[in-house]
């Protein structure tokens, strides 16, 4: 199958293109390459893997959608904190890019990354019936996606938090930015320690998406939590586990500052789980890698 993949340099998308080639599909990888190729330079010269350098919001981006059999969107501006740096390229990429790469992907399998953090802070175990609750823009942008594909085959994503090592790593991620600081820095300064949050490994995340194409005559037309109970964790949690690994000072300072993402809830992951989906890495492993590369660096 040719797959084309938004965001496929990214942070998630070079483990998944990865992924897909090792599995003999061709890969059509659209990405504006912000980071340059060092995330795909392991797979650049792959038989089946295609890049393409251009911005999803460019009409360029239609005719090679089109030329695929499947489409897996990630592509966008992640996280609240570059939504509220960058706002009006949030609204490009993360809305009117999206916009053009559904309409040019219509009658195709089409898998749609969206978030956890639509839930919102509701502060309760949330499966795919709960309200949603979206605080911040990115949140908001990323339920949009979701509202455009209502009605549609599209299969809707919402994965846990991801951590670990990629090729393109994100310094942002919570257990990341944990394990960095708690090694270069001798020191964690932890708020709102009792929040609730959920967790999944960098490498199940992208099997994540492989699986959706996979399973497509299952999980079609349907949302989907993706992650496992077992990695469910308070953000005070991962600290004692970072500081089980690595001798650091945790500091606990609830009036500091706050997740302007609200996130504060357990997900329950049984309809994914029920068609055989579940974690095959936990958090001491993703923190282990971690630690190696932190350590190296």
């Given at each position: 199958?040719?797959?084309?993949?938004?965001?496929?340099?990214?942070?998630?998308?070079?483990?998944?293109?990865?992924?897909?080639?090792?599995?003999?599909?061709?890969?059509?990888?659209?990405?504006?390459l912000k980071y340059g190729v060092?995330?795909?330079?392991?797979?650049?010269?792959?038989?089946?893997?295609?890049?393409?350098?251009?911005?999803?919001?460019?009409?360029?981006?239609?005719?090679?959608?089109?030329?695929?059999?499947?489409?897996?969107?990630?592509?966008?501006?992640?996280?609240?904190?570059?939504?509220?740096?960058?706002?009006?390229?949030?609204?490009?990429?993360?809305?009117?890019?999206?916009?053009?790469?559904?309409?040019?992907?219509?009658?195709?399998?089409?898998?749609?990354?969206?978030?956890?953090?639509?839930?919102?802070?509701?502060?309760?175990?949330?499966?795919?019936?709960?309200?949603?609750?979206?605080?911040?823009?990115?949140?908001?942008?990323?339920?949009?996606?979701?509202?455009?594909?209502?009605?549609?085959?599209?299969?809707?994503?919402?994965?846990?938090?991801?951590?670990?090592?990629?090729?393109?790593?994100?310094?942002?991620?919570?257990?990341?930015?944990?394990?960095?600081?708690?090694?270069?820095?001798?020191?964690?300064?932890?708020?709102?320690?009792?929040?609730?949050?959920?967790?999944?490994?960098?490498?199940?995340?992208?099997?994540?998406?492989?699986?959706?194409?996979?399973?497509?005559?299952?999980?079609?037309?349907?949302?989907?939590?993706?992650g496992d109970e077992t990695l469910?964790?308070?953000?005070?949690?991962?600290?004692?586990?970072?500081?089980?690994?690595?001798?650091?000072?945790?500091?606990?300072?609830?009036?500091?500052?706050?997740?302007?993402?609200?996130?504060?809830?357990?997900?329950?992951?049984?309809?994914?789980?029920?068609?055989?989906?579940?974690a095959t890495e936990t958090l001491?492993?993703?923190?282990?890698?971690?630690?190696?590369?932190?350590?190296?660096?």
């Amino acid at each position: 199958m040719k797959i084309a993949i938004t965001g496929g340099a990214g942070y998630v998308g070079c483990r998944l293109s990865e992924q897909l080639l090792n599995n003999g599909h061709e890969v059509i990888c659209i990405d504006w390459l912000k980071y340059g190729v060092q995330p795909i330079l392991n797979i650049l010269d792959r038989k089946g893997f295609h890049l393409h350098k251009i911005d999803i919001c460019s009409p360029e981006v239609e005719p090679i959608l089109k030329s695929a059999d499947a489409v897996i969107h990630l592509a966008g501006i992640v996280g609240y904190p570059s939504c509220e740096r960058e706002p009006d390229l949030a609204y490009s990429v993360n809305v009117e890019g999206t916009n053009r790469v559904i309409d040019a992907s219509v009658g195709k399998p089409f898998v749609y990354a969206s978030t956890g953090s639509v839930y919102g802070e509701l502060g309760k175990t949330c499966d795919e019936t709960c309200e949603t609750n979206p605080i911040s823009t990115y949140s908001v942008y990323k339920l949009d996606g979701e509202k455009k594909l209502k009605g549609t085959d599209a299969v809707i994503l919402r994965p846990a938090t991801a951590f670990g090592v990629s090729n393109r790593l994100r310094q942002d991620l919570l257990v990341n930015d944990f394990t960095y600081k708690a090694i270069a820095e001798k020191k964690l300064v932890l708020f709102e320690k009792h929040f609730k949050r959920t967790f999944l490994s960098i490498n199940d995340l992208a099997r994540s998406f492989r699986w959706a194409l996979e399973k497509y005559d299952i999980m079609k037309g349907e949302i989907w939590n993706v992650g496992d109970e077992t990695l469910n964790h308070t953000k005070l949690d991962i600290a004692q586990i970072i500081k089980s690994k690595v001798d650091y000072e945790l500091i606990i300072n609830d009036e500091l500052s706050h997740d302007k993402d609200g996130r504060d809830y357990f997900v329950d992951y049984t309809k994914i789980r029920n068609i055989g989906f579940t974690a095959t890495e936990t958090l001491e492993d993703g923190i282990d890698s971690l630690v190696k590369l932190y350590h190296a660096a």
